[in-house]
């Protein structure tokens, strides 16, 4: 078995991922590495699952009842949780979301409906990126269709990278919101944060960051980002699907209006108006996602346990010898930094003429699981003239075996399309 420093002891983990034992056509050993898609789950998180139905399901809040109040301790516990993994100054800047997508969302209806400094208009400007997800895309073009606002992008290099030689121009004093992705889940770009959001300070602007692609896999640290909001997604980080995170500045999130209007969210409702609770929960309308909240609290309690710092470092590891395998593949090209250094856990390709999709189903046929397609960032395949990707990637429980098996995987594909 191929040997690299830095690695976790992925033997001992993957016994806790009872998924990862499964076998697929006719007895094929599953090789996951779909991970930017939705991660596996340890039996730590399907056990606080479990237990919170079988032993305190509630709803939180409202009740007086012994499993009202256990129900609201273990929500408002995972609340914590979320707090102190992101060094948010804190809890009560931690607002639930379903996934990352709504907090997006959440971020650009508050700026359209809120008054100045912060509302958004026919005379000003959003700047987001070519690399985004389409849940950092599509709500800011919403909202630009909405308030007549002008919207703006950094385009990209050749080799995948942000091109910022333009950024005074692109960031004007005429921004509003910058939003960008810290780890491109197409691409697997890390982008140069410091950078925009010094830009992005210099004019007044705020900025948003979608964490969805880090937040599972390096330290992530809200305060030290200087952002004004981060949004990230509890299952691509072993939670479960059904809950999201928007952090939000405590000042941001006291002057800026809600998002969904309904129970819980507010402070006094008459027939003619009504005035809102305080944050966090004046953005959590409804019944909030409770099991999946806890679900999301054991996760981080899973990885926390780990060390975030050893996760980073593994999947470097991980990811260099990918690079390393993948470019020996005759006619395949990485879409994105060709170079472990910078850059996430994830590898978009091509190989040859060979359609991604049939690359995919191919190495399905052999039990390896990979995704295809434009990832929901079909800009950037745009940008480099690609119908679509193959994209593979790894997480803690990830190994050398996994990859060595891909690019077996790949020799396949090439042998089969002859």
């Not at 991970?35 to 509630?58: C, F, H, I, M, W």
């Not at 409202?62 to 992101?86: I, N, S």
């Not at 942000?162 to 810290?182: A, H, Q, R, Y």
Request: negative net charge.
């Amino acid at each position: 078995m191929t040997q690299l420093p830095g690695l976790l002891d992925t033997e001992a983990i993957r016994k806790d991922f009872p998924i990862l034992d499964r076998q697929v056509h006719d007895g094929r050993k599953l090789v996951y590495l779909d991970n930017a898609a939705t991660s596996q789950k340890p039996r730590q998180v399907l056990d606080a699952l479990g237990e919170y139905y079988e032993r305190y399901n509630a709803n939180v809040h409202r009740g007086v009842h012994v499993l009202a109040e256990e129900a609201t301790a273990l929500y408002e516990g995972a609340r914590d949780k979320v707090a102190e993994f992101v060094n948010a100054p804190s809890r009560d800047e931690v607002i639930f979301t379903k996934n990352a997508s709504e907090s997006l969302n959440l971020v650009a209806n508050m700026l359209g409906w809120a008054d100045e400094p912060y509302r958004v208009d026919h005379e000003t400007e959003i700047v987001i990126t070519e690399m985004e997800h389409h849940s950092n895309i599509v709500p800011w073009q919403l909202l630009a269709q909405r308030t007549g606002a002008k919207l703006k992008w950094f385009g990209l290099t050749d080799d995948g990278r942000l091109d910022l030689s333009n950024i005074d121009e692109i960031i004007t004093e005429k921004t509003k919101i910058v939003s960008f992705v810290l780890v491109s889940n197409i691409l697997g770009t890390v982008n140069p944060v410091e950078a925009i959001v010094r830009r992005a300070q210099e004019v007044g602007a705020l900025v948003c960051i979608d964490a969805s692609q880090a937040a599972p896999h390096m330290p992530l640290d809200v305060q030290a980002l200087q952002a004004d909001f981060v949004a990230f997604t509890g299952h691509k980080m072993c939670g479960p699907t059904g809950i999201g995170v928007l952090w939000g500045r405590q000042e941001l999130l006291e002057d800026l209006p809600p998002f969904l209007g309904g129970g819980e969210m507010i402070e006094t409702v008459s027939m003619s108006s009504s005035t809102y609770a305080p944050a966090p929960h004046k953005f959590e309308a409804g019944t909030p996602p409770i099991a999946q909240a806890v679900g999301l609290g054991a996760a981080i309690d899973y990885l926390s346990a780990i060390g975030m710092d050893k996760i980073l470092a593994h999947e470097h590891a991980i990811t260099e010898y990918a690079v390393k395998r993948l470019l020996e593949v005759p006619d395949l090209r990485i879409i994105g930094p060709a170079s472990a250094e910078d850059r996430g856990a994830a590898i978009s390709f091509t190989l040859g003429d060979i359609h991604p999709h049939d690359v995919g189903q191919v190495l399905d046929e052999q039990g390896i699981a990979v995704r295809v397609g434009h990832h929901c960032a079909r800009p950037v395949c745009l940008r480099y003239g690609i119908p679509a990707t193959t994209r593979a990637s790894f997480y803690l429980y990830s190994t050398p075996a996994d990859i060595d098996a891909l690019v077996d995987g790949l020799e396949h594909v090439r042998n089969f399309f002859g």
